[in-house]
């Protein structure tokens, strides 16, 4: 009798155990509000509640920002909203049930969709699988390496030519942020469409660039996201005995660390890690990105404001072609309404000008740094993080007609 109890205890012990070890972060009741109101108000707030949790989640919106609010958090949040004034609506009253959601049970299926989110391993081996399909359009790129040991893959598609002069480059840069979800998702999409697509406008799309395309640049954090907590945003490098990973979009050597920049490394957003391209993952990017001549385009993807940022994030000045940006910019989002009007995408302008200051980021390094005269963020379409696998394509096709638009004006104004 006391054997079998015994053993009992260890099967449940054991289940604890390996629960806590392969569980997925449950966020059960966490609510997602969305806050208006007054800027200086808001990151009281959010001062507040950081100093009773570190790992409070947050982004700054377009006319406010979104929290989600742990439940032992909830009374001193609505405490302080009252006090501060401020405007809230629940988003989402229960994130954990999204975030079960979002796990669809296709992503176990053996063909590669854009109906289901996948794993980073996933994600690779499309890649591979492209590259061998299309051999003589595509081949398969390391940008650089990762904390873990991971490569970062990505896929050039470069078809053949009969010009002796090479072809302008367009690198899209995606994931840099591990919960970004829907970047990943709509890169790979975009690949698809470029490699098989048979409509003419894709076809002269893929065929007129040197395409260097990377649709997850923080693959470690792009799996503990999809593995351990949906909102990892950093690296995985480690810091502290206590703490990891860094904000990858605050780690670039160009006016490092200044704006919503932290250099606490237990920062649960924005730690700029401790010096400028501290982390191994944006070194080894830059040094990839610096050996590209002739870049015409750099494309970032993140996701979830829908904004069209321009260079600097950190200053107000306009860079000397910023009239020509805005018409490519507004040219891009135009095409992209052929397939989603539901909400206009704000900007183009500057994400100093139209989001909030920040520092350090890829698209800033690579225009200072390179010079690279098309330089764009696309903050895409969701809500808190979550775009529904249902809509993957339609985002997918959104992106494909921005990149249209994008291409059409910057052959108008002379770029190629
Ligand atoms: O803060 C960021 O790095 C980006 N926003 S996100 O919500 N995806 O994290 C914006 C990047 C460009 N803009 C700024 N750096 N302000
Ligand atoms: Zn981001």
């Not at 854009?114 to 790129?141: F, G, H, Q, R, V």
């Not at 053949?160 to 890169?187: L, Y």
Request: glycine share 6%; hydrophobic share 35%.
């Amino acid at each position: 009798m006391k054997k079998i109890s015994f053993c009992v205890l260890i099967f449940v012990n054991f289940l604890f155990v390996s629960a806590n070890v392969s569980g997925y972060r449950s966020y059960k009741n966490y609510k997602c509000f969305n806050v208006q109101g007054d800027r200086l108000r808001i990151e009281r707030l959010r001062h507040a509640l950081q100093e009773s949790d570190e790992t409070l989640t947050y982004a700054d919106t377009r006319d406010g920002g979104e929290f989600i609010v742990a439940p032992h958090l909830e009374d001193l949040f609505n405490k302080i909203v009252t006090q501060e004034n401020l405007k809230t609506t629940v988003v989402y009253d229960d994130i954990s049930k999204i975030i079960q959601s979002e796990k669809s049970l296709l992503r176990g299926s053996k063909e590669f969709s854009w109906t289901a989110y996948y794993d980073i391993d996933d994600i690779y081996k499309y890649l591979t699988n492209m590259s061998k399909s299309y051999p003589n359009l595509s081949e398969l790129i390391v940008g650089g390496k990762t904390y873990q040991g991971r490569s970062i893959l990505g896929l050039r598609i470069n078809t053949p030519s009969q010009e002796c002069t090479p072809k302008p480059v367009i690198f899209i840069e995606s994931g840099i942020h591990a919960r970004e979800w829907i970047a990943p998702a709509t890169t790979t999409y975009f690949i698809k469409e470029l490699l098989t697509s048979k409509d003419a406008n894709i076809t002269a799309l893929r065929d007129q660039f040197d395409w260097r395309i990377f649709p997850s640049v923080n693959p470690d954090g792009y799996h503990y996201s999809y593995t351990v907590d949906r909102l990892w945003r950093k690296t995985l490098s480690r810091s502290t005995n206590r703490c990891f990973g860094a904000d990858p979009n605050r780690n670039w050597n160009y006016n490092w660390g200044q704006y919503s920049s932290t250099h606490n490394p237990c920062d649960y957003q924005t730690y700029a890690g401790s010096r400028p391209f501290s982390e191994i993952e944006t070194r080894t990017l830059a040094a990839y990105i610096q050996s590209i001549d002739n870049m015409m385009a750099y494309i970032s993807f993140h996701s979830y404001a829908a904004m069209l940022l321009l260079p600097y994030s950190d200053s107000t000045q306009h860079v000397h072609n910023y009239d020509d940006l805005v018409k490519v910019g507004k040219s891009s989002l135009d095409y992209g309404y052929k397939v989603n009007q539901d909400k206009r995408y704000q900007g183009p302008g500057t994400a100093a000008e139209i989001l909030y200051k920040a520092s350090g980021g890829s698209m800033d390094w690579v225009r200072h740094a390179l010079g690279t005269p098309l330089v764009f963020t696309y903050e895409l379409r969701g809500n808190s993080f979550h775009w529904p696998p249902s809509r993957i394509q339609e985002q997918g096709d959104e992106v494909t007609q921005m990149m249209l638009g994008l291409v059409t004006e910057a052959n108008k104004l002379g770029y190629y």
